[in-house]
């Protein structure tokens, strides 16, 4: 909004002209962001302690969480709101990729704070049969597909996308083959966010991160200079996904004064699906899909811990007839806390390798 009003002014003081630039609009929502999530954050507490909206442990999970049966939960509403308000204060609200991106935090929120409910309110532990949730997840994917398949958004086609480490080499799908590729990356982006929504901070902390990082890419992508220098696709107006992708780091980091270990609130399904579907969007509209599992590879490593499991104990049982695990427990954080780790040291180290695999994403940049 500030965008629109205050640029014209720059003819009354200089200073106006400042809004004009993607880096000053980027760090204010970054800073409105945090601000209105901490003022926020007590309130929302206050308010599902009000009406009885807790956390749900489930009895098949380590036994040190059940303590926690009963700490506020869909706190997520308070980064998805805090990040779209903000966006909305500082970004370009005619840009597509501000739209869409801004778009796809809402409506996985909503899919999200579906599940959240039934859990919670209506006391169903499951929450929302995973068909129907896997179900909403694809059919805003498929759209999200069709829509850029019939309304190219940047000069580069939309079923092009970028190879990590290759800066001559560009991956080409089918058109009805991309369509399907969205549905996968935005589904399973949604979905390993929130198999690692399950120790306080982690989640928050590692989306934090994986944001920052593609404010960064946004911006790069963006610039005709830096686009042309590094060898990447150039995106004319992908630039404004910084002050998006900087609002949602902000509204993680103000959330996360909260869900700190021993956490006040959790984000339940609310923030995850919003989050994971919100980055996993990004990811398609700067045509970076493998740049995010390599940034998201602690999410990764999430999923990947969970489909060995299952997939290890079901060739055990018909093989010698019970199964057998190969984790402690899935997903893998809850592996190491069944090692004997604290919960805080598992999730300051994942955090450090969430860091670290950023590291490596941006090296890719380079190394081309």
Same mark, same amino acid.
């Given at each position: 909004?500030?965008?629109?009003?205050?640029?014209?002014?720059?003819?009354?003081?200089?200073?106006?002209?400042?809004?004009?630039?993607?880096?000053?609009?980027?760090?204010?929502?970054?800073?409105?962001?945090?601000?209105?999530?901490?003022?926020?954050?007590?309130?929302?507490?206050?308010?599902?302690?009000?009406?009885?909206?807790?956390?749900?442990?489930?009895?098949?999970?380590?036994?040190?969480?059940?303590?926690?049966?009963?700490?506020?939960?869909?706190?997520?509403?308070?980064?998805?709101?805090?990040?779209?308000?903000?966006?909305?204060?500082?970004?370009?609200?005619?840009?597509?990729?501000?739209?869409?991106?801004?778009?796809?935090?809402?409506?996985?929120?909503?899919?999200?704070?579906?599940?959240?409910?039934?859990?919670?309110?209506?006391?169903?532990?499951?929450?929302?049969?995973?068909?129907?949730?896997?179900?909403?997840?694809?059919?805003?994917?498929?759209?999200?597909?069709?829509?850029?398949?019939?309304?190219?958004?940047?000069?580069?086609?939309?079923?092009?996308?970028?190879?990590?480490?290759?800066?001559?080499?560009?991956?080409?799908?089918?058109?009805?083959?991309?369509?399907?590729?969205?549905?996968?990356?935005?589904?399973?982006?949604?979905?390993?966010?929130?198999?690692?929504?399950?120790?306080?901070?982690?989640?928050?902390?590692?989306?934090?991160?994986?944001?920052?990082?593609?404010?960064?890419?946004?911006?790069?992508?963006?610039?005709?200079?830096?686009?042309?220098?590094? #060898?990447?696709?150039?995106?004319?107006?992908?630039?404004?996904?910084?002050?998006?992708?900087?609002?949602?780091?902000?509204?993680?980091?103000?959330?996360?004064?909260?869900?700190?270990?021993?956490?006040?609130?959790?984000?339940?399904?609310?923030?995850?699906?919003?989050?994971?579907?919100?980055?996993?969007?990004?990811?398609?509209?700067?045509?970076?899909?493998?740049?995010?599992?390599?940034? #998201?590879?602690?999410?990764?490593?999430?999923?990947?811990?969970?489909?060995?499991?299952? #997939?290890?104990?079901?060739?055990?049982?018909?093989?010698?007839?019970?199964?057998?695990?190969?984790?402690?427990?899935?997903?893998?954080?809850?592996?190491?806390?069944?090692?004997?780790?604290?919960?805080?040291?598992?999730?300051?180290?994942?955090?450090?390798? #969430?860091?670290?695999?950023?590291?490596?994403?941006?090296?890719?940049?380079?190394?081309?």
């Amino acid at each position: 909004m500030l965008y629109h009003l205050l640029p014209p002014l720059a003819d009354v003081h200089i200073v106006f002209n400042l809004f004009r630039f993607i880096t000053f609009r980027a760090a204010g929502a970054l800073v409105t962001s945090l601000v209105l999530a901490f003022v926020l954050g007590p309130m929302t507490i206050r308010a599902l302690r009000r009406f009885r909206i807790g956390q749900v442990v489930r009895a098949d999970g380590p036994a040190s969480h059940l303590h926690k049966a009963g700490t506020p939960t869909m706190g997520g509403a308070l980064i998805v709101i805090s990040t779209g308000l903000s966006t909305l204060l500082w970004a370009e609200l005619t840009n597509w990729y501000t739209v869409l991106a801004l778009l796809s935090l809402v409506a996985m929120g909503a899919i999200g704070l579906m599940d959240d409910y039934l859990k919670v309110v209506k006391k169903r532990t499951a929450g929302l049969i995973a068909r129907y949730k896997m179900l909403g997840q694809w059919t805003f994917g498929l759209g999200l597909g069709l829509f850029l398949l019939l309304n190219p958004i940047s000069p580069v086609p939309p079923n092009h996308t970028m190879v990590p480490f290759f800066s001559d080499v560009a991956l080409v799908f089918h058109p009805w083959l991309y369509v399907l590729f969205v549905g996968f990356v935005i589904s399973g982006s949604a979905n390993a966010v929130n198999l690692a929504d399950g120790l306080d901070g982690l989640a928050a902390g590692l989306m934090a991160i994986a944001a920052s990082t593609f404010a960064v890419f946004a911006y790069l992508l963006g610039r005709v200079d830096s686009s042309a220098y590094l #060898g990447l696709f150039y995106l004319p107006g992908a630039g404004e996904l910084s002050v998006l992708a900087l609002a949602m780091a902000g509204g993680c980091l103000g959330f996360l004064w909260y869900n700190t270990h021993p956490a006040e609130v959790f984000m339940g399904d609310t923030g995850s699906l919003a989050l994971g579907g919100a980055i996993g969007v990004m990811a398609i509209l700067l045509k970076a899909e493998f740049l995010l599992a390599i940034v #998201g590879g602690v999410f990764v490593m999430e999923v990947l811990s969970v489909i060995l499991q299952v #997939g290890y104990f079901r060739y055990t049982a018909a093989k010698h007839g019970s199964g057998r695990r190969l984790f402690r427990m899935a997903p893998i954080h809850h592996h190491f806390e069944q090692l004997g780790w604290p919960e805080s040291k598992v999730v300051v180290r994942f955090w450090i390798m #969430g860091i670290l695999c950023a590291m490596v994403a941006f090296s890719a940049l380079k190394i081309r």
